[in-house]
């Protein structure tokens, strides 16, 4: 296995935009081997978010909410509704099976026209 640092090295990247993570549960290891790229790129995030398959793969849901929220702006994606709704640290924390997807600090108010929204958006 290799961390997303080593494929960004390895393919001389010049950009990245997104990252894309499903991994059951292994997504903060998957952060952790990515620091790099993130530190320098500052990719949109899109990941699934459940706190019972991250704490059976051995991480800890409310320290890996906290580094999304670090890293930027974390919107819920609502399946059900078509839509990104914020939400909390803590509410992040308690995800089962949903998709979230993060913008960083640098990014969010480019990606929204203005301050973070309060409200939902719509996805087409």
Do not use: H, W
Not at 43 to 60: H, N, S, T, Y
Not at 82 to 96: K, N
């Amino acid at each position: 296995m290799r961390t997303l640092d080593e494929v960004v090295c390895e393919l001389a990247l010049e950009a990245l935009d997104l990252v894309k993570t499903d991994v059951e549960g292994f997504e903060p290891q998957v952060l952790d081997g990515s620091r790099a790229a993130l530190d320098r790129f500052a990719p949109i995030l899109l990941c699934e978010f459940d706190a019972g398959l991250i704490q059976r793969a051995g991480g800890d849901a409310d320290s890996f909410a906290g580094r999304l929220f670090e890293y930027g702006l974390v919107l819920e994606f609502d399946e059900r509704k078509r839509s990104l709704l914020e939400i909390g640290q803590a509410e992040c924390a308690r995800l089962r099976n949903s998709n979230v997807l993060v913008v960083p600090a640098i990014r969010a108010d480019a990606c929204f026209s203005g301050p973070y929204p309060q409200r939902p958006c719509r996805v087409s």
